[in-house]
């Protein structure tokens, strides 16, 4: 159990283009799901956390309106990457807690998005 | 702030050998504590988690971590190294709650030697 799935795994478009990365919990429910950034052989870096129906919370550097979060219903969040730019890509990675109960749940990954803007 | 220091960049070992991944955190109250795994071009895996009690926790693919308060480590050990266990290792801190925020670690690089 536990699985959380992303869509596209990878993408390749050009530059100006909004590009849409879908993470849906699969076999759970999640309230909040998290957006995350790698870059080649480096850590991942939290961009916002996705809370189903409000806003989402951006972390500190990240252009709310260059990343655009939808958290729609408790099994999906989208990240959308509008205007991309070269400097826009990178590994983009989200997951997710299952909801159970009051107990602390782990985050379960996506296997990750690989956005290059050409 | 919460913080995760991973002193070893990269690591070898030979299959077989045992292995041990240093982790070391701050955090201001009781830390929730996590080890990843990450294989080229994926997601990441949970490999186990410590929240509270026993500080030996154990993991899937025979993986262990002991939580050590006082020398704020969360070390990941395996007894026995196989070749598919090369990949990136990420250890992770966070607090409560599913809405709590990850910081992780910089990783690990295990490379496995045949």
């Known amino acids: 159990g536990a699985v959380v799935s992303q869509h596209p795994s990878w993408v390749i478009c050009k530059s100006g283009t909004s590009v849409k990365i879908e993470c849906r919990s699969l076999d759970f429910q999640a309230t909040t799901m998290f957006w995350y950034r790698q870059f080649p052989k480096q850590s991942l870096m939290l961009m916002a956390t996705s809370n189903e129906g409000s806003k989402a919370t951006y972390e500190q550097g990240v252009e709310k309106d260059k990343f655009l979060i939808n958290h729609a219903s408790l099994t999906l969040s989208t990240l959308t990457v509008t205007s991309a730019h070269p400097e826009d890509s990178s590994f983009y990675i989200c997951?997710?807690?299952?909801?159970?109960?009051?107990?602390?749940?782990?985050?379960?990954f996506g296997d990750g998005t690989r956005l290059s803007i050409l | 702030a919460q913080s995760v220091t991973q002193p070893d960049i990269h690591i070898t070992v030979s299959e077989g050998a045992s292995l041990e991944l240093r982790c070391n955190y701050s955090?201001?109250?009781?830390?929730?504590l996590f080890w990843y795994v990450q294989s080229p071009g994926q997601g990441l895996q949970l490999l186990l988690k410590y929240f509270s009690g026993d500080t030996l926790v154990q993991g899937i693919k025979g993986f262990e971590a002991e939580f050590k308060r006082s020398q704020s480590s969360f070390n990941l050990r395996k007894p026995s190294v196989h070749w598919s266990d090369a990949a990136e290792y990420f250890c992770a801190v966070g607090g409560p709650g599913t809405a709590s925020k990850l910081t992780f670690g910089t990783g690990t690089r295990l490379q496995v030697t045949l």
């Open positions: 997951s997710a807690s299952r909801v159970y109960g009051q107990g602390n749940q782990p985050q379960h």
């Open positions: 955090y201001g109250a009781t830390p929730y």
